[in-house]
T-cell receptor, first 114, second 113 residues
Framework: DTEVTQTPKHLVMGMTNKKSLKCEQHMGHRAMYWYKQKAKKPPELMFVYSYEKLSINESVPSRFSPECPNSSLLNLHLHALQPEDSALYLC?????????????FGSGTRLTVV | QQQVKQSPQSLIVQKGGISIINCAYENTAFDYFPWDQQFPGKGPALLIAIRPDVSEKKEGRFTISFNKSAKQFSLHIMDSQPGDSATYFCAATSGAGSYQLTFGKGTKLSVIP
């Protein structure tokens, strides 16, 4: 299995809703990432988990809350989002022993905040 | 110093032609230079990557050329096909323990029949 699977593919949520994005990989990768990508821009790093511990938080607002329940799963909990948070949210993974080398991205969740 | 500058912003190439995208960097600590291909509505996919100890790496129709002294690297797509139409991002990172990629701003490639 060489894939990073993200669900749902599309999500529309109101500003008062709570929702979660899910990411799963079975490649034995021990580093997992959340990125945010706006249209016509490169991905922007949000969070990195290494060996199930949060190692990087790029000063992301607290309305985004990451969780890594085990080495294969990564969640992003969303609460009280703003319309400007609408974007493609990408999960990625890599062998933590080599940092980000040989990373794999998922197909993303297209989030629309209304 | 952390930037990776990518050009051109957009590129139109005829089918069968060569597509060339260029990137330049300042941080001499960078030691891994990947290129990603992204189709609309999809996540980026790692296409090919190079380390600074080699000047060229080829995989099929895709070649990275690397010039360490000039701090530049480029992606060449030979015999470009309409299916290659996508956005291409160059990136760089430093050290085997780094989890951070510095991306270029992207190049939208259109291959016309």
């Amino acid at each position: 299995d060489t894939e990073v699977t993200q669900t749902p593919k599309h999500l529309v949520m109101g500003m008062t809703n709570k929702k979660s994005l899910k990411c799963e990989q079975h490649m034995g990768h021990r580093a997992m990432y959340w990125y945010k990508q706006k249209a016509k821009k490169p991905p922007e790093l949000m969070f990195v988990y290494s060996y199930e511990k949060l190692s990087i938080n790029e000063s992301v607002p607290s309305r985004f809350s990451p969780e890594c329940p085990n080495s294969s799963l990564l969640n992003l909990h969303l609460h009280a989002l703003q319309p400007e948070d609408s974007a493609l949210y990408l999960c990625a993974s890599s062998l933590a022993t080599q940092g980000v080398y040989g990373y794999t991205f998922g197909s993303g969740t297209r989030l629309t905040v209304v | 110093q952390q930037q990776v500058k990518q050009s051109p912003q957009s590129l139109i190439v005829q089918k069968g032609g060569i597509s060339i995208i260029n990137c330049a960097y300042e941080n001499t600590a960078f030691d891994y230079f990947p290129w990603d291909q992204q189709f609309p509505g999809k996540g980026p996919a790692l296409l090919i990557a190079i380390r600074p100890d080699v000047s060229e790496k080829k995989e099929g129709r895709f070649t990275i050329s690397f010039n360490k002294s000039a701090k530049q690297f480029s992606l060449h797509i030979m015999d470009s096909q309409p299916g290659d139409s996508a956005t291409y991002f160059c990136a760089a990172t430093s050290g085997a323990g780094s989890y951070q990629l510095t991306f270029g701003k992207g190049t939208k490639l259109s291959v016309i029949p």
